[in-house]
């Protein structure tokens, strides 16, 4: 039973279900993964590029202009990438889907310049960054837990049956009954829904 309690949140970290509001947060803030992957990987190849004298792929540098240019290069995308990792937490969706757009481009070049290298780092990065895309989209229909659009659906209901209960009244009228009874009739009714729901 506890290999299967893991696996189904394993199952659920890389590819959530997502039904409503709070799940398509959860699945969009998967995109800060993506961000701290991609801050993780330049840090590495910023101490590669200064312990080798050479690029990821064994290219040496032809100096130290050059070196110390693409050290720059990777501060910079190191930087980036825990700004973004952040944002993607805090689940701005703009930034989620700049992290995951440049972590699927990542993902894309790794496996075409080192193939056999980096392949699960890859795969996760991708699934992170779907889960991401998938994320967004659902807070797109859903709305953001809190902001009352999941609230509205029951307020749109409850709205559609006090209308239906207005244009009896009105049909009532046009009929000829008196204003007086139909207000006493909605009154007896809605005593006696009260009474029977136990509100």
Known sequence: MAIKGNSEKFRKLLWPKIGESSSAMDAMKLAQWVGLMIAIGYGMALVLAFSTDRYPDGTPFEDEAELYGIGFI?????????????????????????????????????????????????????????????????VRKYGRPGDGRADNTQETLSVQIANQIINIANDRHKDGSPVDEIAAGLRHAAANFSALSGL
């Open 74 to 138: 990777y501060f910079v995308l190191i930087l980036l990438g825990f700004l973004f990792w952040l944002l993607a937490r805090w689940g701005k969706g703009w930034a989620v889907l700049f992290v995951c757009t440049w972590g699927l481009l990542e993902a894309v070049v790794k496996l075409l310049i080192l193939p056999g290298q980096g392949v699960i780092v890859a795969v996760l990065t991708v699934l992170f960054c779907v889960s991401g895309f998938r994320g967004w989209a659902g």
